[in-house]
């Protein structure tokens, strides 16, 4: 099975790297709204360049905003890149290919979540260089935020691939999938952006619930995918 999945997650992470479809379209995407959340959020400047009374008090808002509005824009671009990665299956019969493999359906889930995790990390750390500019905040506990990362999204990518593959047999399939993905979804944000807020504000001892319960999510959710992806990829 982890054979197989490193053969997946390379296919998948070869076509990406031809195609450039993450870094011309997902991660502008992200950035794009870290900057529009700013820009609603942030600092209200007079035409002559005076900050107007509440700017101060909106600043403050924005950086106590942050981690929330960082995980909402992973969030989005985690729906993005999960829909790019079964769009890569749907063409040229690649799905049927898959089912004829032999490769084993668990190793085709982790591999398939692997690759879809690389290009989240590598966007993650973009928009956390982003964020800390526009909401001029300070990372005070790097390894929280870092472990904070690692199983929020490993967390997102479980749920989103497993829901993918439910939902791309169907013709509603671009629609479907957000419906399934949000509400799951919800959970992984609100807890890593609680470890978050304390690996910002220094405080580690608030995220250990918190981690604790993005890790008890991961491995639940990545031992569903494995079980289910064959019967899912068979009838998909």
């Known amino acids: 099975m982890w054979r197989d999945a490193l053969l ?3 296919k998948d992470l070869r076509i990406e790297l031809r195609s450039k479809v993450a870094v011309n379209q997902v991660v502008p995407f992200a950035v794009i709204v870290v900057l529009l959340f700013g820009l609603a959020i942030g600092q209200s400047v007079s035409p002559s360049g005076q900050a107007l009374p509440g700017a101060l008090a909106n600043a403050g808002i924005l950086r106590g905003a942050a981690a929330g509005l960082f995980w909402v824009a992973v ?7 999960v829909q790019r990665s079964f ?41 956390a260089l982003v964020a800390a ?24 990518v479980f749920v989103g691939t497993t829901y993918g593959m439910l ?17 799951v979804g919800a959970p992984v944000l609100l807890a890593a952006t ?21 890790a008890v999510f991961a491995v639940a959710y990545g031992a569903v995918g494995t079980v289910a992806f064959g019967p899912l990829l068979e009838d998909g």
């Open 8 to 10: 997946v997650a390379g």
């Open 75 to 81: 969030l989005l671009s985690t729906l993005l890149a």
């Open 87 to 127: 769009a890569v299956e749907s063409a040229d019969g690649a799905r049927d290919g898959l089912r004829l493999s032999g490769l084993d359906p668990g190793g085709i889930f982790l591999g398939k979540c692997g690759a879809t995790m690389v290009l989240l990390v590598a966007l993650e750390a973009v928009l």
């Open 133 to 156: 500019l526009v909401y001029d905040v300070h990372p005070a506990a790097g390894a929280l935020l870092v472990a904070t990362c690692i199983l929020a999204t490993a967390g997102l």
């Open 167 to 183: 939902s791309s047999g169907t013709r509603v399939r671009e629609t479907l999938l957000p419906l399934l993905f949000f509400p």
């Open 194 to 214: 609680k470890a978050f807020d304390a690996g910002l504000s220094g405080t580690p001892g608030a995220a250990t619930s918190w981690i604790e319960l993005l």
